[in-house]
């Protein structure tokens, strides 16, 4: 199916259809059918696709409006500007960005909001493309931001509108806590009514509530803590979000309603739950928290009393959040708290995602009802993957095939390498968020530092200051989204203090791992167009221009492309061991990204393909190792020589491997053939197909 | 709680583990025998090369819910499958497959890609600390597990047969389809082959070969 397609099924206007969809894409369903008039965005796992649906939607819908914007501070006091001027709206970026945006974030909401506001984050306790596992539930210790948390892809859909109506009802913003499991998870949807989209926004002045200063601040903030109050209190939102699943079946023996346990859980988990209960056949009265916070004290205990609770089991994952305030709320003020246990993290792992598994295992310690055998069946397995699992090899992340990094960590490492067998000087290599972060894996292990979006440069500036710089030397790496994100002012700083650093720019045009979104920098004529309308994107900046303004001269700064590698050779010989702050742009468009505009825009203007390129190697290829092993380009492979072959010289010896150039990996259209050019044997050669004559012509080059 | 059917996708980023993943769950979208279906897809961080798996679980259920029931297929909302519990791994590629044995057990039934695809850690000597295993050890392995196992190098009979290795995964698709004759029906998953491949005759005679394998196991 074309994926234009899936994208335009997701703003059907058909009330009641059932459709299968992705946690993302029911969000962005919910995002339309509530009504948001503006949404801001920078990219991140676990909620990208997210932007991506929305940015189309801009496209084609008369009102509504998407903006990548810089970073997630300039995004969230976006939709405070667009929330006050009376529209809906929603901004959304993963959990880090939550630190960056976390500014405004614990002041705005003393102001309140207009149109209803949804903070959306998607957290990623599995660290699965993050630098850190940070649990953003405990922002609400001091934004007090209510949080609510969906727990299937139709509630992804269904809280979007339910909390932008709260929202708007308290006239406060509400956080939306979701899992990268749940985002990536697919799940069956059934639409609803789309909301009329507001027309325009309306500022209406009101100095004492928008200027939080000294007293006014102090006024407001009375203001906001007792809005919180009032939805801790209220039912109707507890049972809105929230939800009790008990089905008794039968009537319960005395053994049961003498130790009955009960379970409180929410997002993701639920589903964990219910699977693991079913496995082990175990029936517990379940309580879902759809809102983690703030809690309703009364309807908590409620839930005690009504099912004769004598033990609580909590299953949520990373911190003890639903685990702490239960136990306050438990120990405090409930009647149960006379012989009530609470268990969770005593046996749940606060690191990781959680999984089936490892609630099935929680559940059974419990339950000691006949479930020997299961966990027993789980324990003997386990043994045995022990023993195979760890021991396969694993597959480590690479640059795509043909990427433009490639070409430039292979030289920069050769030059270094160089250099430092010369004089003995040791370089530091400072790195960023973006593809350029993969330079850390084999074979280029160019990295000695990743910590979050900017702090390549920003940690170099005090390193360099305390450093022999005649023993080490500072090369820092950025990308050109991470360097309008927070990399500009590290940047600025360094060239403030003359600091002796070489700083790499990649300016591949895209957020390009994120999948290639647009930035302020990607060239206008570039961009895909899906629709006619776009409000936002109207501007470039020139990169390299920017770098000339900013006091950096001729010799210390250097714009380049990235496929010459003799030149890219002479560049850095030159600039690594100047002194001074040197910026070495290195302008080349996302392979990936190219390919696929490239293909797109021939589709369009069906143009015939005039000619191919075929990279092979030949049997005089002496496997020296230069191209898989010192370039790794993926597209490079190898496969095992025929049996016979090897069995008939060398009877004893392991099957060989002989080394060729996958054909639908390699992007030849694209890469200029860096593979040819580090081949020392010259066993690499290039073929040209020309189509437009007569005769298939095959010319080596 | 009605039958519960699991399947797992498995193997490297490229090869349409995702693709797969969607066009199983859009069959159990489009099948009248399913009541509700999940799923999940677990990519690495790179374009190719990494290790992806997806899941597709169907609800079977020949119960009638009455319509006003709140969380109806509320049976079936996990999108991960439990250890031990899948009934049909497709594994596009066999050190991948082994990497998931955790779901294998004599309930599986195991169709399996012998085509390898070398981590570039076992490719290269100077990193050679683990070991790819052969083919036949994995195998082995395998078969203490599974009900069954079905293994073969799809990207060679998809070359022989149909001049390009491309059409090794509609194969297994069209072999899964005939090895569960009791859930899949043919003529559905033709349709939405079309859908996701366009109409390409190659395709269909792609399955066809896959179809017509499994009776000669």
């Not at chain 1, 609580?312 to 246990?341: G, H, Y």
């Amino acid at each position: 199916m074309n994926s234009l397609t899936k994208v335009s099924k997701i703003f059907e206007n058909i009330p009641d259809k059932k459709v299968l969809m992705s946690g993302n894409e029911a969000f962005a369903r919910g995002i339309y059918e509530s009504g948001v008039r503006f949404a801001a965005n920078y990219p991140g796992t676990p909620l990208s696709e997210v932007g991506d649906i929305l940015k189309y939607l801009s496209e084609i819908s008369e009102n509504f409006i998407f903006d990548y914007s810089l970073n997630e501070k300039v995004a969230l006091e976006s939709c405070i500007g667009a929330s006050w001027a009376g529209v809906r709206t929603v901004v959304m970026f993963k959990h880090l960005g939550l630190n960056v945006a976390a500014d405004p974030l614990h002041t705005f909401p003393y102001s309140g909001i207009n149109g209803g506001m949804l903070i959306l984050c998607g957290s990623d306790p599995g660290i699965l493309s993050s630098t850190n596992a940070q649990d953003n539930r405990l922002f609400s210790l001091h934004t007090k931001i209510p949080i609510i948390e969906p727990a299937t892809v139709q509630e992804c859909k269904d809280f979007v509108k339910e909390g932008l109506r709260i929202s708007e009802l308290y006239k406060i913003p509400i956080y939306v806590h979701v899992s990268t499991r749940l985002c990536h998870s697919h799940g069956i949807v059934t639409y609803g009514v789309i909301n009329e989209l507001k027309k325009a926004g309306h500022f209406e002045k009101e100095p004492n509530r928008y200027i939080n200063t000294l007293t006014k601040a102090l006024a407001n903030q009375k203001k906001y803590f007792e809005k919180i109050r009032l939805v801790a209190k209220n039912k109707k939102i507890f049972y809105l979000f929230n939800r009790i699943k008990f089905n008794q079946a039968e009537q319960p023996s005395k053994e049961i309603l003498n130790n009955q346990i009960g379970i409180l859980t929410s997002g993701i988990c639920y589903s964990y739950v219910l699977q693991a209960c079913h496995k082990l056949n175990v029936n517990p009265p379940i309580l879902k928290l759809g809102m983690i916070f703030p809690i309703n004290r009364d309807e908590i205990c409620e839930f005690a009393n009504q099912y004769k609770i004598k033990k609580i089991l909590i299953v949520e994952e990373l911190e003890p959040f639903i685990e702490t305030f239960s136990k306050r709320v438990f120990c405090n003020f409930c009647d149960a708290k006379r012989d009530l246990e609470i268990h969770g993290k005593d046996f749940l792992p606060i690191i990781g995602e959680l999984n089936t598994d490892i609630i099935i295992r929680f559940l059974a310690k419990h339950f000691n009802i006949g479930n020997k055998l299961i966990l027993e069946e789980i324990h003997k397995k386990e043994e045995v993957l022990k023993e195979i699992v760890p021991a396969l090899p694993i597959r480590e992340p690479t640059f795509c095939p043909g990427c433009q990094y490639r070409p430039v960590f292979y030289t920069l490492k050769k030059v270094v390498s160089e250099i430092t067998n010369k004089t003995g000087i040791e370089f530091i290599y400072g790195g960023d968020i973006g593809c350029y972060t993969l330079s850390e894996a084999y074979p280029y292990q160019m990295l000695d530092w990743v910590i979050c979006m900017g702090a390549g440069i920003g940690i170099a500036n005090g390193m360099s200051l305390v450093i022999d710089s005649k023993k080490q030397k500072l090369i820092a790496f950025i990308g050109d989204s991470t360097l309008f994100h927070t990399g500009l002012q590290p940047l600025l700083n360094a060239i403030k203090n003359d600091i002796d650093i070489t700083i790499i720019i990649f300016n591949n045009y895209w957020t390009a791992m994120t999948g290639q979104q647009e930035h302020i920098a990607t060239p206008r004529k570039y961009i895909r167009k899906f629709g006619t309308k776009s409000i936002t994107d109207k501007k470039e900046i020139n990169l390299s221009r920017l770098m000339e303004n900013i006091g950096l001269d001729n010799g210390n700064l250097i714009i380049t492309g990235a496929y010459n590698i003799e030149k890219l050779e002479r560049i850095f010989e030159k600039t690594l061991m100047k002194k001074g702050v040197k910026v070495i742009v290195i302008n080349e468009e996302c392979a990936l990204e190219k390919k696929r505009r490239i293909r797109r825009e021939t589709i369009k203007l069906e143009e015939k393909k005039k000619s191919e390129i075929y990279y092979t190697i030949t049997d005089t290829c002496v496997k020296c190792n230069e191209c898989i092993e010192h370039l790794g380009c993926p597209a490079i492979n190898a496969m095992p020589v025929e049996k016979e072959e090897v069995d008939k010289n060398n009877p004893q010896k392991e099957r060989d491997l002989k080394y060729y150039i996958d054909e639908a990996a390699c992007i030849s259209e694209i890469c200029p053939g860096i593979c040819k050019s580090v081949c020392k044997n010259n066993s690499i050669v290039k073929t040209i197909i020309f189509y437009n004559l007569n005769k298939k012509e095959n010319s080596e080059i | 709680m009605g039958d519960i059917y699991n399947i797992l996708l498995c193997g490297v980023g490229g090869q349409g583990v995702v693709l797969i993943g969607n066009i199983l769950r859009e069959y159990g979208m489009k099948s009248p025998l399913i009541q509700n279906v999940v799923g999940t897809e677990t990519r690495g961080v790179s374009q190719r090369e990494g290790s992806v798996t997806a899941t597709a679980r169907y609800l079977i259920d020949s119960r009638i819910y009455s319509l006003d029931q709140d969380y109806k297929f509320e049976d079936l909302i996990s999108p991960l499958i439990p250890i031990n519990d899948a009934h049909l791994v497709l594994g596009l590629e066999p050190l991948e497959t082994m990497r998931n044995l955790r779901y294998i057990s004599e309930q599986t039934v195991v169709i399996m890609n012998t085509h390898r695809y070398y981590p570039r850690n076992v490719i290269i000597s100077s990193k050679k600390e683990k070991k790819y295993p052969s083919n036949a050890d994995i195998l082995d392995i395998i078969d203490q597990f599974a009900r069954r196992t079905i293994s073969l190098d799809f990207n060679e009979l998809s070359e022989i047969r149909l001049g390009n290795s491309i059409h090794a995964n509609s194969i297994i698709l069209g072999a899964s389809v005939k090895e569960f004759k009791d859930i899949f029906n043919k003529n559905l998953m033709i349709s939405l082959l079309k859908n996701f491949f366009g109409d390409s005759q190659k395709n269909l005679e792609a399955f066809e070969i896959g179809y017509n394998l499994i009776s000669k196991f």
